[in-house]
């Protein structure tokens, strides 16, 4: 293939969440230009499919997408997400929620939280959780909408979804076939290069068929067939950071009350996940081989569910990391083929939307501009790295030493854009957010402070309210909190009146 050559035929080796994501994105907006779609994908060739939890932006998608929020919510057995409730992370006995809402309002041009850091100082006894309605939402199971008559001034709840992975990948599959997307079964046996590029031409099935194309999107899942196997693009190890590798995931029976926040649980060597759905409830404990065997963090895994287990835990082995070049000469690699950074922040969906989105901004038009892809690549690399410094965060800022695992989490060296986060926090209460990046302010406060790290100082500014200022402002912060909370239904209230799915059978999973 000509490096000039201007892309007509698209071939997305890969089904699951990622290829039909990735189809559906560039099916819709693209409507006009006259694309041919392919995607080829087995039934044979199982998905990994635990990404059940996301985070807002994936409204951003449905949106842009035209999807219906009551029909893709009844279609995927979904429940509403608040944040993620983190539970003996800090030490044993310790909880904390990561909310997806902000703490209060910006005052004086500086963020909320050192208003309260002051609050604390001075001796204050108010929890910062009580001016997120995030979380006060979500320790009373609540959730709604804004009505008509509301005229509470704070912002809307920020919200995201729980959902089968198997069952959106096959409503986006719907929505890209309608589009125009041909679906081909069959496994890949070969994959054709030209001689003087390299660029990968076609991929050939096991019944014989060729498949052409001017670009590709590898979503073949960890194995990267076309990205790594072909590509050789090579792949960045970031174990010494993140050292979990297995995952045990098995659903079980849904419990009485759908609650809107995940939960992730702490545990000997890892963390267990707990994502409730309509129909079911997620589970999974992600753990280091180094420090547990399989069998045993599949038995404690079947000992700490909620409800009967529907099925036996499958198993799953992974390297934290990235891919050193996502996209390469006429490839891009998307999902888990692009890197895997594990769920505990539940941005494995979010980072397939994101690439999808950035490489349509950047569609390669008359060829493959190198500078083209190395801007993509680094802006790539750029956001993996923030996850990861959020993800590091959550293992090293511990007092627990309470196992050989958290022992060695404790000892980790933190990246060094981490430490200077960290250190800045620590001495000064400063966060600063770069623009563009996906875990704002909010995020970084609720970690940091319910992992436990404590400022020395907060910001000068934080000391323009009197006293007598400062407790009227947050009376009226928290009342208002309060107050629209309580106008909202229970979460399964809110299912039941706008997206109640129909029964599925419990059969075993």
Not at 46 to 68: K, L, W, Y
Request: negative net charge; aromatic residues 10%; glycine residues 8%.
């Amino acid at each position: 293939m000509n490096m000039q050559q201007r892309v007509r035929r698209i071939v997305i080796v890969g089904g699951g969440t990622a290829g039909w994501m990735a189809a559906t994105t560039i099916a819709r907006l693209s409507k006009g230009v006259g694309f041919d779609i392919q995607l080829v994908e087995s039934m044979e060739i199982g998905t990994v499919g635990v990404g059940e939890a996301t985070i807002p932006p994936i409204s951003e998608f449905n949106r842009s997408m035209q999807i219906d929020e009551n029909d893709f919510m009844r279609a995927t057995q979904a429940s509403i997400k608040l944040g993620i409730e983190f539970v003996d992370w800090t030490r044993p006995d310790h909880s904390y929620i990561h909310p997806f809402g902000w703490y209060g309002v910006s005052m004086h041009g500086i963020y909320f939280h050192h208003f309260w850091l002051r609050h604390q100082a001075q001796g204050g006894t108010i929890s910062a959780d009580a001016f997120c309605q995030n979380i006060v939402a979500s320790r009373q199971n609540r959730f709604g909408k804004l009505r008509p008559d509301d005229r509470i001034p704070i912002p809307p709840l920020a919200y995201a979804y729980h959902f089968d992975a198997g069952l959106y990948a096959l409503y986006l599959r719907k929505l890209a076939e309608a589009d125009g997307v041909k679906r081909n079964e069959g496994k890949i046996v070969s994959v054709q290069q030209d001689g003087e590029s390299g660029f990968v031409e076609s991929v050939t099935l096991e019944d014989g068929r060729v498949i052409a194309g001017d670009l590709f999107i590898d979503c073949s899942g960890f194995r990267g067939l076309l990205i790594e196997q072909t590509l050789h693009a090579g792949y960045e190890d970031w174990s010494h950071w993140l050292p979990c590798d297995r995952a045990m995931a098995v659903p079980c029976e849904r419990t009485a009350t759908t609650t809107p926040y995940t939960r992730s649980t702490a545990r000997e060597a890892g963390w267990q996940w707990r994502i409730p759905l309509q129909h079911r409830t997620g589970n999974g404990y992600v753990y280091c081989s180094e420090f547990m065997s399989d069998d045993e963090a599949a038995s404690k895994l079947l000992e700490r569910l909620d409800g009967k287990a529907l099925g036996t835990p499958r198993p799953l082995r992974f390297k934290g990391g990235r891919r050193k070049e996502v996209w390469k000469k006429n490839v891009l690699a998307v999902g888990l083929a692009s890197g895997f950074l594990e769920p505990l922040e539940s941005t494995s969906i979010h980072l397939i939307q994101s690439m999808c989105a950035r490489f349509v901004f950047m569609f390669p038009g008359d060829g493959f501009n190198p500078a083209t892809i190395d801007r993509f690549n680094r802006l790539a690399r750029e956001e993996l790295e923030e996850i990861r410094d959020l993800l590091v965060l959550h293992y090293t800022a511990t007092e627990r030493e309470d196992t050989p695992f958290w022992r060695h989490c404790r000892a980790i060296d933190k990246p060094d854009s981490l430490k200077q986060a960290w250190e800045m926090y620590e001495s000064s209460g400063d966060i600063i957010i770069e623009g563009g990046v996906l875990f704002k302010e909010p995020s970084w406060f609720a970690i940091m402070h319910g992992q436990g790290l404590k400022p020395r100082a907060y910001h000068p500014f934080a000391n323009i309210p009197s006293d007598a200022e400062l407790q009227r402002r947050f009376e009226l912060m928290s009342g208002d909190v309060l107050k629209r909370v309580a106008t909202f239904p229970t979460h399964d209230e809110w299912i039941h009146m706008n997206c109640q799915a129909p029964a599925m059978p419990m059969k075993a999973m």
